[in-house]
DNA sequence: TGGCGCCCCTAACGAACGTTCGGTAGGGTC
DNA sequence: GACCCTACCGAACGTTCGTTAGGGGCGCCA
């Protein structure tokens, strides 16, 4: 077995860029799109090198959902730490906020990810499903939290609403351009959006 | 080229049961993940068959992206139509049920349209996108002209509030079961969480 | 009854797929 | 100088891919 025991042992980065090309792959053309002899191109080795670093290829999708989740963590972690005490306002914008970071700020890992994952072959997503409900563990303790101290309206359906919330900031990898686009304004807009509707 | 002139020429119902399987397959692996020989089996005929009936692969794909917006259009139409006159929470929800409904009761077109779309190839996507567009600009439309009749929050950034309800109304395909849950109170969840927020 | 068009078939094509194999250049260790 | 390990290679494996060629049965109309 070829695999490196160890991903931190990775001097030249091409593991690294392995995953890197693998996510943008995904990204354009779906699991079922990407070609081994097309990842290794973009790293500039023959796809028969792959397999010094994974055993298989559904092994490196595993590893881009893997670090797509990862990612998403630990913006969510940073986020907790920074807005603890602070308003149930001020701290659900913040982990909006790093939600949309993780998908756009942090390498291609998480918008592979939340794109991709439905139409996974069943063997990968299986091995991920755990890390995934994890997460949506995170939002679903603290939307109940709100809940629980009444800032939520009442009879709020805190699943579909999660959920809704999920897919309006999931969807933005459809048509934001983070180079031209401003994210602060775009969490800023979900944001409100989630906590106050667009009425008049 | 063995295709049909006429779509409405097809007494055995065979074209339509090739649009039907394929848009299946499109859900569940994506569209690089469709296969000629899965389609023909699904339906009970070889993949050479298939050409009978369509030129290539991408004109089926293409086919069934057309007939998902479509179903869009239709379900639009209907709403539109009976909810003349009433009052904009009142329209906007038929609107919201309308595009739910094309997602869950009408076929599996538009669900395999909205979550296969982006990474379709950029020959199938060109050709479908003036039909897209059309679309969006209906609720383009719609939303402009609440925002007009002072219906929408001052500042309310028409554009991406409505981007945002798609993504809200699109991933429902990832996670809600139609046979199990209920749409109506699901659109109602949505239009409510749209229209004032879940904040209390 | 003969022919014709519709609908589907078998067989096969070249290309691309994921994967395996044996091998080698280069650097570090004893 | 012998040995090993890492990182990669070219070549090939068997399989599956989209697509094409050619043919046959069946219903309909002359």
Chains 1, 2 share one sequence.
Do not use: C, K
């Amino acid at each position: 077995m070829p695999v490196l025991a160890d991903p931190s042992i990775d001097q030249h980065g091409v593991r690294r860029r392995i995953l890197d090309s693998t996510a943008e792959l995904i990204i354009e053309h779906g699991v079922a799109g990407v070609a081994q002899r097309q990842i290794a191109e973009r790293v500039g080795i023959r796809a028969a090198s792959l397999y010094h670093h994974f055993a298989s290829q559904n092994e490196i999708v595993e590893a881009v959902f893997r670090r797509g989740i990862d990612v998403m963590e630990h913006a969510w972690d940073e986020a907790a730490e920074r807005t603890r005490g602070a308003s149930p306002r001020t701290r659900l914008a913040a982990h909006i906020r790093a939600h949309l970071s993780a998908l756009f700020d942090h390498g291609p890992y998480t918008a592979a990810h939340v794109t991709a994952f439905r139409t996974a072959p069943a063997t990968v997503r299986e091995a991920v499903v755990p890390m995934r409900d994890a997460y949506e563990a995170r939002w679903a303790a603290f939307l109940g939290e709100l809940a629980a101290d009444g800032e939520l309206a009442d009879g709020t359906p805190v699943g579909l609403s999660r959920l809704a919330l999920f897919g309006a900031m999931n969807t933005t990898v459809e048509w934001f351009d983070a180079d031209r686009g401003n994210l602060d304004e775009l969490a800023d807009t979900i944001t409100h959006q989630f906590w106050n509707g667009v009425a008049a």
